[in-house]
Every structure is written in structure tokens, then in C-alpha cells.
């Protein structure tokens, strides 16, 4: 890929950096059942509200649970709710983006569309959205995806619009290949790398947005682990047991913050105009 | 000049005839029957149906949403279901602290951001660079609720500096409701100053790149002057874009703060009408949010116009 050729000339300690902590928080996610013996759900009341100590390090809940358990499956949930939102919204937006991008006889009525639906903050649609359908993470995954896929649109919109008429696409044309070959081999292939730094800071997004859903109560549904509903149970228990609100927002800071990390990098890489500016 | 303002305004109309579609085809998909909220489970079929017709109900979905577009456009939103009042006039009582808040957030946030950002771009790539970088970055990737909790357990809770909630309005209080706007409207500043620091930073390493910077720098002129006067003044757009284009975002977070520091804004309202599935304020709520981004946007398309010839004369 054009980003990986890129990478070996232009030595960026972000990325690098980024890509190590999103591999170990990953890894953290994916073998939480090998890396703790307790149950992230189970109840244990004799174990309630305990500080951190040896055998929980990051002490426990109101319902006894361990906290460490909690926040590693939390995080797979923010995980998993993060790449299905990207997904939706990379396919979404990019169906209405490609339209209204190739198409121009429509693409003045979907852009005032777009514009109206950029209008309400994503966060307020995905309360809104979320609140109808009722909470449960398919359900936040549709919000979330429904808020954020008008901007993902007008970024690959204006891909295709830059490059369906540079030669080598009306070569192609004149070649005889018809729109859907040539949108996908030479309009989606060279408009990937505004879609991959958006991408990423989708992610970054969804992961925010759900632990706020979650915390106001109509995201991930209790007992089911969620970073955020993790911190409505904290700001209870605030006063009694401070631990319990530190682990899961700084788990949610440090995924976060690495991806949005990861996001500048790689379009610091990306766009020649900036890289100029920083060789100077 | 006249003409392209015109145009600007008149574009307005479909959008905003969007942003109301969007918004009564939301609410109007919520789950629970409005007239069996009011008349409660046991009420009789007969009743029911007459208080559907009296609130015209009973009409299909387009009907209605032209009745209620009508409605809306004179300013009225209906009546709430809960609050016994009609909704424009419990939208006008809780603007105030919202008000407060996201004013004082803003110039919080447009201070710190400009600050951080143009030392940022001066100091590149040394130590205050990447200082102010980190802090931005934080600033975009801390969950609101999380931060407004810390805040409160520092500053409330141990310090007690700051009532934990609540809210006191200004005729009542004096100068004492600041005390409980503080810690809400900087947690909102914080992403705020993020946002426009690192688009400060970025316009700003672009502008002072130009040859009439070094012109500037040869001519012997101060870095103060070189920053202020000509490199700032030539990075304003896109840092009054990033700044129109959030402050609806300010809104949102106002609904999650508001919810968090019990403080009776338009943000609570909000919340408290979601969750009560108080529709006729939960329409009203979404339309304000997106009106004022949409106005804010009007202004900061109208600036470019005023900052830049080049599109004033197109």
C-alpha cells in the first residue's frame, strides 16, 4: 500500500507510537479470559467496593466485580462498537458519497441533505436515535454510524469528484470500462487515504460517543461490560470508593487518545502539503 | 456583496426545511403512544380516540408534519407533556444558564486554543510545540462526562471550592452563579481549546511558510508584530470555521454537563425530555441545537466574505 512505501522515508515517531499501544490494548481485549480468572459479571458481595490490592489490583465494584476484569471487557466492547461503526460508515458514506460524487444531475439534492443532517451535533442524534430504538449496542452501532456517515460522504464525494476526470480515468473510460470498474479499481483505490485517516478518527469518535451513551444510560445495558456505564456506577459510589472512576476513563483516554494520535500521523503522511511545511 | 448575502440566506430555507423533516420523522418514530402518556394505561378506547382526533393525530404522518412545520415557524412548538406549559415558553426560561456556560466555554476555549496554538506554531517543533500538542490532543480525546466527574471530585467534593451541583440564577445569586457554572463550562472549554489550537496550529505553520512573512522578517519587524499583526490575521478563516462549526458541538456536550452538574438548561431539558419521551421538547431541543449551527454557519460564511475579497466579488 502507498502508505506502508511512504512510511520508511518519512520517519514519524507518532505512528509508531500509536500503532504499539493499539496493539497492546487489542491484545489486552482479545485475551481478557487468559490474562484474569474473574468473571466480569459474576456478583461477589462479600468482595464489595474493595481498594486496589493484590489480588484486584484496581480494587472492585459495588457488586464486588473486579475492575480490571471490567475495564478489559469493556474495552472489547468499545472495540468492537468502534470497528462496526467504521464499517458502516465507510460503507454508507461511501455509497452516497460515490453517487453523489459520479452522478452530478443528484448531487446538488443529496449535498443539502447531507448539510441538513451535518447540522445537528452526532452526538445529539445518537442520544436521540438511541433513546428511540431503545439502548443495546446494535442499536448504538446504527446511531452512531447514522451520525457520523454524512461526513465520511462529503470526504470520499470530494475524492471522486478530484479525480473521475484526470486522464488516466477517461483513458480507462475510453478503454470501454464501464462506472462500477471504474469506481472501484480507479476511483476508490486512489481515494483511500482520505478514507483511512477519517476513518480513524471515527473510531476515535465512536469510542467517545458510546462511553457517553453508556453513561447516560441508553447505550450498552447493564450488567454488560461498557467503559462508560462503568463511570455512571463510579459517580455514585464517588465518595466511598474514588478508585472506581479512574481505570475505566483512563482506559478510555488512552484508546482514544492513541487512535486520534494515529489519525495525525497518518495524515501528516498523507497529504504532500503539510509534509512540505514540516521539512522546512 | 448584497447579491452573495442574499444568496447565502436564501439557502438557508431548504436546509433548514431538512433539518425540521429530519427532526419531527425522529421523534415522531419513538416507541409509546403520546395519548396513552398523557391519559395513562387505563384509559378507555373511546377516550382515547377523541383525544387523538382534539390533537390531530388521527391525520396520516405528511399531513401532520406540514401542521406541524406551520406551527413551528410562528414559534410554537406545542405544548409540553409533562410541564404543563407551552414548549417556546420552557425553552426561553432554561436558555439562560446555557447561555452562561457555553459563553463562558467558548472564551475559555478560544483563549487556551489560540494561545496554545499560535505558540505552538512559533515554537515548531521544540519543546512548547509538543507541550502544547499533548495538551490539544488531550483536550479532543477526554470523554466530557469523565473530566466534568474529576473535576467535581477534585474542586467539590475535597477542595469544596465549588458547590457539587446545582444551579442559582443571577437575579437571586449576584456574581454567586458563577460558582456553578466554573467547573461545567471548563470541561466544555477544554475540548474547545483543543479543537482550535491544533487548527491554529496548523493554519499558522501554513501562513508563516509565505514569502511575505520573510519580507516581514527582513524588513526587521518584531516577532510580535510579524505573529499578531500578519501571520494571525491570515490564519483567521479556518480557525473561525473550526470555531463556528463546534460551538454546536459545545451545545451537545451542554446536554451530557448540564445532565452531570444538575444544572436546569436547555441541555437537561433535553436529557430529562428523552428520557420521559416528552416529544414536543425533544423536538424543539434538537431544532434549536441545529439552528444555531446553522446560523453560526451563515456568520462564518458571511466572514470569509468580509475577510476575503476574492469571494466577496465572485
Not at chain 2, 414559534?75 to 409533562?82: K, R, V
Not at chain 2, 470555531?243 to 444538575?262: R, S
Amino acid at each position: 500500500m502507498l502508505f506502508l512505501k511512504k512510511y520508511k522515508k518519512y520517519e514519524h515517531s507518532y505512528i509508531t507510537t500509536s500503532i504499539i499501544i493499539l496493539i497492546i490494548l487489542i491484545s489486552l481485549s482479545l485475551f481478557a479470559p487468559l490474562l484474569t480468572d474473574y468473571n466480569p459479571v459474576r456478583n461477589n458481595a462479600r468482595n464489595r467496593l474493595q481498594p486496589p490490592s493484590k489480588e484486584h489490583l484496581l480494587g472492585t465494584d459495588q457488586y464486588g466485580r473486579d475492575i480490571f476484569t471490567r475495564i478489559l471487557y469493556g474495552l472489547r466492547t468499545s472495540i468492537e462498537v468502534g470497528i462496526s461503526v467504521v464499517i458502516l460508515t465507510v460503507i454508507f458514506g461511501g455509497v452516497v458519497g460515490i453517487v453523489a460524487g459520479y452522478y452530478p444531475q443528484i448531487d446538488k439534492i443529496i449535498m443539502r441533505v447531507l448539510d441538513a443532517m451535518m447540522a445537528f451535533p452526532g452526538i445529539i442524534i445518537a442520544i436521540s436515535l438511541a433513546a428511540i430504538w431503545g439502548a443495546g449496542k446494535l442499536n448504538i452501532i446504527l446511531a452512531l454510524s447514522f451520525a457520523y456517515f454524512p461526513k465520511m460522504a462529503r470526504i470520499i464525494r470530494s475524492a471522486v469528484i478530484s479525480i473521475k476526470d484526470l486522464d488516466y480515468v477517461d483513458s480507462a473510460r475510453a478503454a470501454g470500462a464501464n462506472d462500477l470498474r471504474i469506481i472501484f479499481k480507479y476511483i476508490l483505490k486512489n481515494s483511500a487515504s482520505p478514507i483511512m485517516v477519517q476513518a480513524t478518527f471515527n473510531f476515535a469518535l465512536a469510542i467517545l460517543d458510546e462511553a457517553a451513551l453508556s453513561f447516560l444510560g441508553v447505550g450498552i445495558m447493564p450488567p454488560a461490560p461498557s467503559l462508560g456505564a462503568m463511570v455512571t456506577d463510579a459517580r455514585t459510589y464517588m465518595v466511598v470508593a474514588p478508585w472506581m472512576i479512574l481505570a475505566p476513563g483512563m482506559m478510555i483516554i488512552l484508546s482514544v487518545l492513541s487512535l486520534n494520535l494515529l489519525g495525525d500521523g497518518m495524515r501528516d503522511l498523507l497529504d504532500p502539503h503539510l509534509k512540505n511545511t514540516l521539512k522546512k | 456583496m448584497r447579491n452573495y448575502i442574499i444568496k447565502r440566506i436564501l439557502l438557508l430555507i431548504p436546509i433548514l426545511f431538512i433539518v425540521a423533516l429530519i427532526a419531527f420523522f425522529i421523534t415522531n418514530l419513538m416507541p409509546g403512544d403520546p395519548v396513552r402518556v398523557i391519559l395513562g394505561n387505563m384509559a378507555a378506547e373511546a377516550e382515547i380516540v377523541r383525544v387523538k382526533a382534539s390533537l390531530g393525530l388521527d391525520q396520516p404522518l405528511i399531513v401532520r408534519f406540514f401542521r406541524w412545520l406551520v406551527n413551528i415557524v410562528r414559534g410554537n412548538f406545542g405544548d409540553s407533556l409533562y410541564l404543563n406549559a407551552p414548549v417556546s415558553q420552557v425553552l426561553a426560561e432554561r436558555i439562560r444558564p446555557t447561555f452562561l456556560i457555553a459563553v463562558f466555554a467558548e472564551v475559555f476555549g478560544i483563549t487556551a486554543g489560540l494561545l496554545l496554538g499560535i505558540l505552538a506554531a512559533v515554537k515548531h517543533r521544540k519543546f512548547l510545540d509538543q507541550f502544547s500538542i499533548t495538551i490539544s490532543l488531550f483536550g479532543i480525546s477526554i470523554p466530557s462526562f469523565w473530566l466534568a466527574l474529576i473535576l467535581m471530585y477534585i474542586f467539590s467534593v475535597r477542595l469544596g471550592w465549588f458547590p457539587v451541583s446545582g444551579y442559582e440564577p443571577f437575579a437571586e445569586a449576584g456574581l454567586g452563579t458563577f460558582k456553578y457554572i466554573v467547573l461545567p463550562a471548563f470541561t466544555l472549554a477544554f475540548m474547545q481549546a483543543g479543537l482550535i489550537a491544533r487548527m491554529t496550529r496548523s493554519a499558522m505553520l501554513d501562513t508563516l511558510k509565505h514569502d511575505y512573512i520573510r519580507t516581514a522578517k527582513s524588513k526587521g519587524l518584531s516577532t510580535y508584530s510579524i505573529v499578531f499583526k500578519h501571520a494571525l490575521k491570515n490564519s483567521m478563516l479556518p480557525i473561525i470555521t473550526v470555531i463556528g462549526h463546534n460551538f454546536a458541538v459545545l451545545l451537545g456536550g451542554t446536554w451530557i454537563v448540564e445532565t452531570i452538574f444538575v444544572i436546569p438548561g436547555t441541555g437537561f431539558m433535553a436529557i430529562n425530555a428523552i428520557m420521559r419521551r416528552d416529544i414536543p421538547v425533544i423536538q424543539a431541543s434538537i431544532i434549536f441545537v441545529a439552528l444555531i449551527y446553522v446560523v453560526l454557519n451563515l456568520l462564518v460564511d458571511l466572514s470569509y466574505a468580509f475577510l476575503n475579497p476574492k469571494i466577496r466579488y465572485q
